[in-house]
C-alpha cells in the first residue's frame, strides 16, 4: 500500500490551482481542501453582517465572531466539494468579485489566519491531503513532502478568471479583472502576516502556456517523484 503524504499547492490568484489541487485529489483518492474558500467565507460573512465597510475591516467585531464560525466542505455530485458556512452552501456566494476583494483584506489580518492556521493543520493531521492557498507549503504544511508552486502571468490569469465569471453568468469587465488580480498580486506577497512565498524546496509550475492536460501530466510526474523520494526514504 502507498504511503500517503500531505500535498501543498501555492501561488498566485487565478492561476488554476483549485483545478490542480482537485483533479489530483481525485485521481490519487485524497481528500481535497480549498483553503482560500475559507477566508472567502469569513469575508463574506463579513459582508453579510456589516462587518466590512469602505473597505475596511472592524477587526474587533470579526475577533468576537470568528471562533463561532463553522467552515465545512462537503462532498457535491461532481466529485468535488462545497464550502458551507454555518451550515449553508455557500460555494456560488464566495466566488464573487466582492468576496475576493474582501478575502485580500480579511486574510492580511493575524487572528484571523491563525485561526484558518489551525484548522487547516488539523485537517492534514492523518495526511492524504491536497490543500492549496497562499501560504500551504511555508505556514500550513512546511512539512509537506510534495510542494508545488503555481504561477502564470496577470494577463493569462485576468483572461481565465474573466471567462470563468461570465460562464457563470456575472456581468464583469475584463479590465476590471486584470486589475483585481494585479491588486491580489500585491496585497498577497506585501501583507504583514503570512505573506505569499515559493518555499525553497518547492516545484514550479508555470501554466502560462500549458494546456490542462499537460498541466495534469506534468503535476502527476511530481507527485510520483515525491512518492518515489518517500518510499526511498522509508526503505534506508
Known sequence: MTEKINIAIDGHSSCGKSTIAKGLAQKIGYTYIDSGAMYR????????????????????????????????????????????????????????????????????LKFVRQTMVYLQQQMGKNKGVVMDGRDIGTVVFPDAELKLFVTAKPEVRADRRYKELINKGLDVEYNDVLANVIERDERDS???????????????????????????????????KAIDKVTQTDQL
Open 190 to 224: 506585501n501583507r504583514a502576516e503570512s505573506p505569499l512565498r515559493q518555499a525553497k524546496d518547492s516545484v514550479v509550475l508555470d501554466n502560462s502556456d500549458l494546456t490542462p492536460e499537460q498541466q495534469f501530466e506534468w503535476t502527476m510526474v511530481a507527485y510520483q
Open 41 to 108: 467565507a469569513v469575508a463574506l460573512y463579513c459582508i453579510q453582517n456589516g462587518l466590512i465597510k469602505d473597505g475596511v475591516v472592524d477587526e474587533s467585531a470579526l475577533k468576537t465572531k470568528i471562533q463561532s464560525l463553522q467552515i465545512e466542505f462537503r462532498p457535491n455530485t461532481t466529485g468535488g466539494a462545497d464550502t458551507y458556512l454555518n451550515d449553508k452552501n455557500v460555494e456560488s456566494e464566495i466566488r464573487s468579485l466582492e468576496a475576493a476583494s474582501a478575502a485580500s483584506k480579511v486574510s492580511t
